[in-house]
Protein backbone atom coordinates (compact mmCIF):
# COMPACT_ATOMS: atom_id res chain seq x y z
CA UNK A 1 0.00 0.00 0.00
CA UNK A 2 2.39 2.35 -1.24
CA UNK A 3 2.11 6.12 -1.59
CA UNK A 4 2.67 7.96 -4.44
CA UNK A 5 2.91 11.49 -5.60
CA UNK A 6 1.10 12.23 -9.31
CA UNK A 7 3.39 15.08 -10.42
CA UNK A 8 7.32 14.60 -10.68
CA UNK A 9 7.84 18.16 -9.77
CA UNK A 10 5.11 19.75 -7.38
CA UNK A 11 3.95 23.25 -7.14
CA UNK A 12 3.46 25.07 -3.82
CA UNK A 13 -0.19 24.28 -4.63
CA UNK A 14 -0.53 20.73 -5.52
CA UNK A 15 1.69 19.86 -2.38
CA UNK A 16 -0.82 21.99 -0.19
CA UNK A 17 -3.83 20.04 -2.47
CA UNK A 18 -1.93 16.61 -1.66
CA UNK A 19 -1.13 17.65 2.08
CA UNK A 20 -4.79 18.22 2.56
CA UNK A 21 -6.21 15.01 1.14
CA UNK A 22 -3.63 12.84 2.65
CA UNK A 23 -4.93 14.70 6.07
CA UNK A 24 -8.63 14.09 5.00
CA UNK A 25 -7.78 10.43 4.44
CA UNK A 26 -6.27 10.22 7.66
CA UNK A 27 -9.35 11.78 9.71
CA UNK A 28 -11.52 9.29 8.14
CA UNK A 29 -9.19 6.74 9.03
CA UNK A 30 -8.89 7.90 12.56
CA UNK A 31 -12.95 6.88 12.74
CA UNK A 32 -12.23 3.70 12.82
CA UNK A 33 -9.24 3.92 14.98
CA UNK A 34 -11.70 5.19 17.50
CA UNK A 35 -14.11 2.45 17.68
CA UNK A 36 -11.43 -0.05 17.21
CA UNK A 37 -11.39 -2.48 19.90
CA UNK A 38 -8.15 -3.46 21.55
CA UNK A 39 -8.20 -6.53 20.39
CA UNK A 40 -8.43 -4.83 16.77
CA UNK A 41 -5.45 -2.49 17.45
CA UNK A 42 -3.05 -5.08 19.02
CA UNK A 43 -3.32 -7.21 15.71
CA UNK A 44 -2.43 -4.49 13.75
CA UNK A 45 0.63 -3.96 15.97
CA UNK A 46 1.74 -7.80 15.84
CA UNK A 47 0.92 -7.00 11.97
CA UNK A 48 3.69 -4.75 11.84
CA UNK A 49 5.91 -6.52 14.07
CA UNK A 50 5.91 -9.40 12.12
CA UNK A 51 6.32 -7.98 8.79
CA UNK A 52 9.32 -5.86 10.08
CA UNK A 53 10.88 -9.25 10.80
CA UNK A 54 10.24 -10.59 7.28
CA UNK A 55 11.44 -7.75 5.58
CA UNK A 56 13.77 -6.38 7.87
CA UNK A 57 16.33 -7.57 5.12
CA UNK A 58 14.74 -4.73 3.04
CA UNK A 59 14.59 -2.02 5.83
CA UNK A 60 18.53 -3.04 6.19
CA UNK A 61 19.15 -2.88 2.81
CA UNK A 62 17.75 0.65 2.63
CA UNK A 63 18.63 2.16 5.74
CA UNK A 64 22.41 1.37 4.05
CA UNK A 65 22.01 3.49 1.27
CA UNK A 66 20.73 5.86 3.88
CA UNK A 67 23.91 5.58 5.45
CA UNK A 68 25.93 5.64 2.88
CA UNK A 69 24.33 9.01 1.12
CA UNK A 70 24.87 10.64 4.32
CA UNK A 71 28.14 9.28 4.93
CA UNK A 72 29.53 11.19 1.69
CA UNK A 73 27.46 14.44 2.86
CA UNK A 74 30.04 14.30 5.66
CA UNK A 75 27.00 14.23 8.19
CA UNK A 76 28.63 13.72 11.95
CA UNK A 77 29.32 10.86 13.57
CA UNK A 78 26.59 11.35 16.38
CA UNK A 79 23.62 12.05 13.29
CA UNK A 80 24.94 8.61 11.96
CA UNK A 81 24.07 6.60 15.29
CA UNK A 82 20.59 8.35 14.88
CA UNK A 83 20.55 7.24 11.03
CA UNK A 84 21.60 3.51 11.56
CA UNK A 85 19.12 0.40 11.63
CA UNK A 86 21.33 -2.97 12.29
CA UNK A 87 20.04 -6.14 13.33
CA UNK A 88 19.44 -5.55 16.95
CA UNK A 89 17.86 -2.18 16.58
CA UNK A 90 15.37 -3.90 14.45
CA UNK A 91 15.17 -6.27 17.01
CA UNK A 92 14.27 -3.89 19.74
CA UNK A 93 11.44 -2.22 17.54
CA UNK A 94 9.87 -5.55 16.63
CA UNK A 95 10.42 -5.93 20.46
CA UNK A 96 9.08 -2.41 21.44
CA UNK A 97 5.61 -3.36 19.20
CA UNK A 98 5.16 -6.31 20.86
CA UNK A 99 5.26 -4.44 24.09
CA UNK A 100 2.85 -2.12 23.05
CA UNK A 101 0.36 -4.65 22.40
CA UNK A 102 0.46 -5.69 25.93
CA UNK A 103 -0.14 -2.65 27.44
CA UNK A 104 -3.85 -1.45 28.76
CA UNK A 105 -5.80 0.75 26.01
CA UNK A 106 -5.84 4.25 27.12
CA UNK A 107 -8.70 4.91 25.50
CA UNK A 108 -12.12 4.66 27.29
CA UNK A 109 -10.57 4.97 30.91
CA UNK A 110 -12.57 6.81 33.12
CA UNK A 111 -10.63 9.85 34.16
CA UNK A 112 -13.62 10.93 37.14
CA UNK A 113 -17.16 10.18 37.17
CA UNK A 114 -20.03 10.60 39.45
CA UNK A 115 -23.48 11.28 39.63
CA UNK A 116 -24.68 14.83 40.62
CA UNK A 117 -27.69 15.47 43.12
CA UNK A 118 -30.19 16.13 40.55
CA UNK A 119 -29.14 12.47 38.69
CA UNK A 120 -26.99 13.44 35.55
CA UNK A 121 -24.32 10.85 35.32
CA UNK A 122 -20.95 11.81 34.18
CA UNK A 123 -17.79 10.83 33.06
CA UNK A 124 -14.43 12.21 31.55
CA UNK A 125 -12.80 9.49 29.15
CA UNK A 126 -9.72 9.31 27.42
CA UNK A 127 -9.90 9.74 23.97
CA UNK A 128 -7.62 9.61 21.04
CA UNK A 129 -6.44 13.04 19.89
CA UNK A 130 -7.43 12.06 16.33
CA UNK A 131 -4.58 13.33 13.44
CA UNK A 132 -0.85 13.51 14.93
CA UNK A 133 1.81 15.40 13.09
CA UNK A 134 4.96 14.99 13.17
CA UNK A 135 8.40 15.99 12.06
CA UNK A 136 11.29 14.24 13.01
CA UNK A 137 15.28 14.02 11.40
CA UNK A 138 17.36 10.87 10.95
CA UNK A 139 15.58 8.32 13.08
CA UNK A 140 13.38 5.74 11.09
CA UNK A 141 13.42 3.67 14.34
CA UNK A 142 10.97 6.87 15.22
CA UNK A 143 8.60 5.80 12.09
CA UNK A 144 7.78 2.50 14.26
CA UNK A 145 7.79 3.82 17.46
CA UNK A 146 5.46 6.63 16.53
CA UNK A 147 3.48 4.89 14.25
CA UNK A 148 2.96 1.59 17.06
CA UNK A 149 1.93 4.38 19.70
CA UNK A 150 -0.16 5.96 17.31
CA UNK A 151 -2.14 2.88 16.48
CA UNK A 152 -2.88 1.89 19.94
CA UNK A 153 -3.81 4.78 20.69
CA UNK A 154 -6.76 5.43 17.74
CA UNK A 155 -5.01 8.08 16.74
CA UNK A 156 -4.15 8.65 12.74
CA UNK A 157 -0.60 9.71 12.13
CA UNK A 158 1.05 11.64 9.15
CA UNK A 159 5.03 11.82 9.31
CA UNK A 160 8.10 13.50 8.23
CA UNK A 161 10.94 12.26 8.45
CA UNK A 162 13.39 14.15 7.17
CA UNK A 163 15.76 13.26 4.06
CA UNK A 164 18.49 11.97 5.56
CA UNK A 165 16.16 8.82 6.48
CA UNK A 166 14.59 8.66 3.41
CA UNK A 167 14.87 5.52 2.11
CA UNK A 168 14.22 3.98 5.35
CA UNK A 169 11.34 5.39 6.26
CA UNK A 170 9.83 4.58 2.40
CA UNK A 171 10.74 1.08 3.11
CA UNK A 172 8.63 0.96 6.75
CA UNK A 173 6.20 3.05 5.89
CA UNK A 174 5.18 0.60 2.86
CA UNK A 175 5.44 -2.61 5.23
CA UNK A 176 3.23 -0.88 8.02
CA UNK A 177 0.28 0.21 5.82
CA UNK A 178 0.39 -3.25 4.23
CA UNK A 179 0.32 -5.00 8.13
CA UNK A 180 -2.58 -2.68 8.87
CA UNK A 181 -4.49 -3.87 5.90
CA UNK A 182 -3.80 -7.50 6.41
CA UNK A 183 -5.67 -6.92 9.74
CA UNK A 184 -8.48 -5.21 8.28
CA UNK A 185 -7.64 -1.45 9.17
CA UNK A 186 -7.01 1.69 6.86
CA UNK A 187 -3.47 1.92 5.43
CA UNK A 188 -4.10 5.66 5.83
CA UNK A 189 -3.82 5.71 9.26
CA UNK A 190 0.07 5.76 8.89
CA UNK A 191 0.68 8.52 5.92
CA UNK A 192 3.71 10.29 5.21
CA UNK A 193 4.75 13.83 3.87
CA UNK A 194 8.75 13.07 3.12
CA UNK A 195 8.01 12.60 -0.94
CA UNK A 196 7.63 16.82 -0.24
CA UNK A 197 10.34 17.74 1.10
CA UNK A 198 10.51 20.51 3.09
CA UNK A 199 6.99 22.03 1.43
CA UNK A 200 5.63 19.04 2.68
CA UNK A 201 6.85 19.61 6.36
CA UNK A 202 5.63 23.46 5.69
CA UNK A 203 1.98 22.26 4.54
CA UNK A 204 2.36 20.24 7.50
CA UNK A 205 2.68 23.12 10.09
CA UNK A 206 0.27 25.13 8.25
CA UNK A 207 -2.60 22.62 8.13
CA UNK A 208 -4.65 23.82 11.28
CA UNK A 209 -8.10 21.78 11.43
CA UNK A 210 -6.99 18.82 9.38
CA UNK A 211 -4.00 18.30 11.94
CA UNK A 212 -4.95 18.08 15.59
CA UNK A 213 -1.79 18.41 17.33
CA UNK A 214 1.96 18.24 15.75
CA UNK A 215 5.00 16.49 17.43
CA UNK A 216 8.48 17.78 16.53
CA UNK A 217 11.58 15.75 17.23
CA UNK A 218 15.08 16.22 17.06
CA UNK A 219 17.70 19.00 17.71
CA UNK A 220 17.36 22.70 18.50
CA UNK A 221 17.07 24.21 14.72
CA UNK A 222 14.14 21.79 13.98
CA UNK A 223 12.45 22.24 17.27
CA UNK A 224 12.33 26.16 16.89
CA UNK A 225 11.64 25.92 13.27
CA UNK A 226 8.20 24.02 14.18
CA UNK A 227 7.42 26.26 17.26
CA UNK A 228 7.80 29.64 15.40
CA UNK A 229 6.38 28.60 12.06
CA UNK A 230 3.07 26.40 13.12
CA UNK A 231 -0.13 26.92 12.91
CA UNK A 232 -0.90 23.70 14.31
CA UNK A 233 -0.84 22.72 18.13
CA UNK A 234 2.69 21.53 19.03
CA UNK A 235 4.16 19.89 21.90
CA UNK A 236 7.39 20.74 22.22
CA UNK A 237 10.01 18.19 22.95
CA UNK A 238 13.14 19.37 23.71
CA UNK A 239 16.84 18.85 23.02
CA UNK A 240 18.72 17.07 26.16
CA UNK A 241 21.46 19.41 27.75
CA UNK A 242 21.14 17.00 30.58
CA UNK A 243 23.52 17.46 33.93
CA UNK A 244 24.52 15.26 36.51
CA UNK A 245 25.58 16.77 40.09
CA UNK A 246 28.17 14.55 42.37
CA UNK A 247 27.76 15.69 45.37
CA UNK A 248 30.38 15.65 48.75
CA UNK A 249 28.41 12.30 49.78
CA UNK A 250 28.52 10.49 46.38
CA UNK A 251 30.36 7.61 46.33
CA UNK A 252 33.52 7.05 43.97
CA UNK A 253 32.10 3.36 42.67
CA UNK A 254 28.90 4.08 42.23
CA UNK A 255 29.40 7.67 40.56
CA UNK A 256 31.66 6.42 37.94
CA UNK A 257 29.62 3.91 36.87
CA UNK A 258 26.55 6.09 36.54
CA UNK A 259 28.45 8.75 34.66
CA UNK A 260 30.03 5.93 32.18
CA UNK A 261 26.76 4.80 31.69
CA UNK A 262 25.11 7.97 30.99
CA UNK A 263 27.71 9.42 28.44
CA UNK A 264 29.28 6.57 26.75
CA UNK A 265 26.35 4.21 26.33
CA UNK A 266 25.39 5.74 23.81
CA UNK A 267 26.28 9.50 23.26
CA UNK A 268 24.30 10.31 20.26
CA UNK A 269 20.65 10.11 22.14
CA UNK A 270 19.45 12.91 23.85
CA UNK A 271 19.26 11.48 27.61
CA UNK A 272 22.90 11.43 27.51
CA UNK A 273 24.79 13.47 30.14
CA UNK A 274 26.53 16.32 28.41
CA UNK A 275 27.44 18.44 31.69
CA UNK A 276 28.97 17.25 34.98
CA UNK A 277 29.38 18.91 38.16
CA UNK A 278 31.46 18.60 40.82
CA UNK A 279 30.83 19.14 44.50
CA UNK A 280 34.10 20.69 45.52
CA UNK A 281 34.62 18.76 48.27
CA UNK A 282 33.59 15.52 46.46
CA UNK A 283 36.32 12.37 47.31
CA UNK A 284 34.54 10.77 43.91
CA UNK A 285 35.41 13.76 41.55
CA UNK A 286 39.65 12.49 40.60
CA UNK A 287 37.69 8.96 40.33
CA UNK A 288 34.79 9.97 38.07
CA UNK A 289 37.25 11.92 35.64
CA UNK A 290 39.90 9.34 35.18
CA UNK A 291 37.16 6.66 34.34
CA UNK A 292 35.58 8.84 31.73
CA UNK A 293 38.40 9.80 30.03
CA UNK A 294 39.64 5.94 30.20
CA UNK A 295 36.60 5.16 28.24
CA UNK A 296 37.29 7.96 25.68
CA UNK A 297 35.56 11.46 27.10
CA UNK A 298 37.01 14.47 26.14
CA UNK A 299 36.37 16.66 29.09
CA UNK A 300 35.89 20.40 28.70
CA UNK A 301 36.91 21.69 32.16
CA UNK A 302 36.42 24.91 33.64
CA UNK A 303 39.35 26.22 35.92
CA UNK A 304 38.88 25.05 38.89
CA UNK A 305 37.90 21.16 37.14
CA UNK A 306 41.21 21.71 34.70
CA UNK A 307 43.04 21.29 38.34
CA UNK A 308 41.51 18.42 39.21
CA UNK A 309 41.87 16.96 35.74
CA UNK A 310 45.43 17.43 35.25
CA UNK A 311 47.49 15.08 33.12
CA UNK A 312 44.02 13.68 31.85
CA UNK A 313 43.69 15.77 28.66
CA UNK A 314 41.00 18.34 29.50
CA UNK A 315 40.72 21.06 27.59
CA UNK A 316 39.66 24.78 28.35
CA UNK A 317 35.39 25.17 28.58
CA UNK A 318 34.51 27.79 27.07
CA UNK A 319 30.82 29.42 27.46
CA UNK A 320 29.04 28.08 24.46
CA UNK A 321 30.05 24.42 26.18
CA UNK A 322 27.50 24.91 29.02
CA UNK A 323 24.54 25.35 26.43
CA UNK A 324 25.72 22.20 24.34
CA UNK A 325 23.85 18.81 23.20
CA UNK A 326 27.00 17.25 22.39
CA UNK A 327 25.75 13.84 20.75
CA UNK A 328 29.38 12.82 21.11
CA UNK A 329 32.34 11.62 23.79
CA UNK A 330 32.40 15.56 24.95
CA UNK A 331 31.24 15.97 27.74
CA UNK A 332 31.37 19.78 30.24
CA UNK A 333 32.71 19.78 33.65
CA UNK A 334 32.78 22.19 36.25
CA UNK A 335 33.54 22.58 39.97
CA UNK A 336 30.66 24.10 42.31
CA UNK A 337 30.59 25.05 45.74
CA UNK A 338 27.40 23.00 46.92
CA UNK A 339 24.04 22.11 45.82
CA UNK A 340 22.56 25.66 45.59
CA UNK A 341 25.45 26.56 42.94
CA UNK A 342 24.93 23.50 41.21
CA UNK A 343 21.13 24.25 40.90
CA UNK A 344 21.98 27.72 40.02
CA UNK A 345 24.05 26.10 37.46
CA UNK A 346 21.38 23.88 36.00
CA UNK A 347 18.94 26.28 36.01
CA UNK A 348 20.95 28.72 34.18
CA UNK A 349 21.60 26.32 31.13
CA UNK A 350 18.70 23.33 31.58
CA UNK A 351 16.45 22.99 28.37
CA UNK A 352 14.61 20.72 30.63
CA UNK A 353 14.75 17.57 30.20
CA UNK A 354 16.73 15.17 32.54
CA UNK A 355 18.48 16.45 35.59
CA UNK A 356 20.09 13.90 37.76
CA UNK A 357 21.87 13.94 41.31
CA UNK A 358 24.16 11.59 42.95
CA UNK A 359 24.47 11.80 46.85
CA UNK A 360 24.23 9.81 49.92
CA UNK A 361 22.58 13.16 51.85
CA UNK A 362 18.43 12.56 51.88
CA UNK A 363 18.01 15.99 52.67
CA UNK A 364 19.69 17.18 49.38
CA UNK A 365 18.12 14.20 47.20
CA UNK A 366 15.17 15.96 48.10
CA UNK A 367 15.87 19.70 47.56
CA UNK A 368 17.39 18.64 44.45
CA UNK A 369 14.14 17.05 43.23
CA UNK A 370 11.98 19.51 44.51
CA UNK A 371 13.72 22.63 43.35
CA UNK A 372 14.68 21.81 39.97
CA UNK A 373 11.85 21.90 37.42
CA UNK A 374 12.78 19.45 34.71
CA UNK A 375 10.89 16.93 32.90
CA UNK A 376 12.51 13.71 34.90
CA UNK A 377 14.62 14.77 38.04
CA UNK A 378 16.72 11.73 38.86
CA UNK A 379 18.77 10.38 42.33
CA UNK A 380 21.73 7.86 42.12
CA UNK A 381 20.45 6.58 38.73
CA UNK A 382 21.32 7.28 35.15
CA UNK A 383 20.14 9.77 32.68
CA UNK A 384 19.74 7.10 30.28
CA UNK A 385 16.46 5.60 32.18
CA UNK A 386 14.91 9.48 30.95
CA UNK A 387 12.75 7.06 28.11
CA UNK A 388 9.34 5.58 27.44
CA UNK A 389 10.63 1.70 27.31
CA UNK A 390 12.71 2.05 30.03
CA UNK A 391 9.82 3.70 32.11
CA UNK A 392 7.21 1.23 31.23
CA UNK A 393 5.44 3.00 28.42
CA UNK A 394 6.46 0.99 25.45
CA UNK A 395 8.26 3.64 23.53
CA UNK A 396 7.76 7.33 22.86
CA UNK A 397 6.74 10.00 20.61
CA UNK A 398 9.39 12.27 22.60
CA UNK A 399 10.26 13.88 25.31
CA UNK A 400 8.02 16.53 26.01
CA UNK A 401 10.18 19.74 27.75
CA UNK A 402 6.79 21.90 27.98
CA UNK A 403 3.88 21.72 30.99
CA UNK A 404 0.86 21.63 28.53
CA UNK A 405 -0.71 18.29 28.66
CA UNK A 406 2.12 16.82 28.75
CA UNK A 407 5.41 16.10 29.98
CA UNK A 408 7.92 14.12 29.87
CA UNK A 409 8.19 10.81 27.96
CA UNK A 410 4.85 11.06 25.93
CA UNK A 411 3.84 7.36 25.72
CA UNK A 412 0.31 5.64 25.08
CA UNK A 413 -1.57 8.07 27.80
CA UNK A 414 -0.03 10.86 26.74
CA UNK A 415 -1.02 10.86 23.01
CA UNK A 416 -4.91 10.37 23.79
CA UNK A 417 -7.46 13.96 25.19
CA UNK A 418 -10.66 13.33 27.22
CA UNK A 419 -14.22 13.87 26.41
CA UNK A 420 -17.26 14.54 28.64
CA UNK A 421 -19.60 12.01 28.71
CA UNK A 422 -23.07 13.29 30.23
CA UNK A 423 -25.95 10.56 30.95
CA UNK A 424 -29.04 11.86 31.73
CA UNK A 425 -33.31 10.81 32.14
CA UNK A 426 -34.96 13.92 30.11
CA UNK A 427 -32.87 16.82 32.01
CA UNK A 428 -33.10 20.15 31.82
CA UNK A 429 -31.34 22.91 33.46
CA UNK A 430 -33.51 25.69 35.57
Given at each position: MSQSVTETTPTAESVAREVGLRADRARTASRTLARANRDWKDRGLLAIAASLDERRSAVMAANAKDLERERAAGTSQGLLDRLKLDYARVDGLIAALEELAGLPDPVGTVERGQTLPNGLRLRQVHVPMGVLGTIYEARPNVTVDIAGLALKSGNAVLLRGGSAAAESNQALVELIRDALVSVGLPADAVQSVDDFGRAGATELMGARGKVDVLIPRGGRALIQSVLENAKVPVIETGEGNVHIFVDESASAESAAAILLNAKTQRPSVCNTVETLLLHAAAPAS??????????????????????????????????????????????????????????????????????????????????????????????????????????GLGAEVGISTQKMHARGPMGLRELTTTKWIVQGDGHIRS
Amino acid sequence: MSQSVTETTPTAESVAREVGLRADRARTASRTLARANRDWKDRGLLAIAASLDERRSAVMAANAKDLERERAAGTSQGLLDRLKLDYARVDGLIAALEELAGLPDPVGTVERGQTLPNGLRLRQVHVPMGVLGTIYEARPNVTVDIAGLALKSGNAVLLRGGSAAAESNQALVELIRDALVSVGLPADAVQSVDDFGRAGATELMGARGKVDVLIPRGGRALIQSVLENAKVPVIETGEGNVHIFVDESASAESAAAILLNAKTQRPSVCNTVETLLLHAAAPASRHVLEALVKAGVTLHADERALALADGLGAVPATEEDWAREYMSLDLAVAVVDDLDAAMAHIRQWTTGHTEAILTNDLAHAERFVAEIDSAAVIVNASTRFTDGGQLGLGAEVGISTQKMHARGPMGLRELTTTKWIVQGDGHIRS
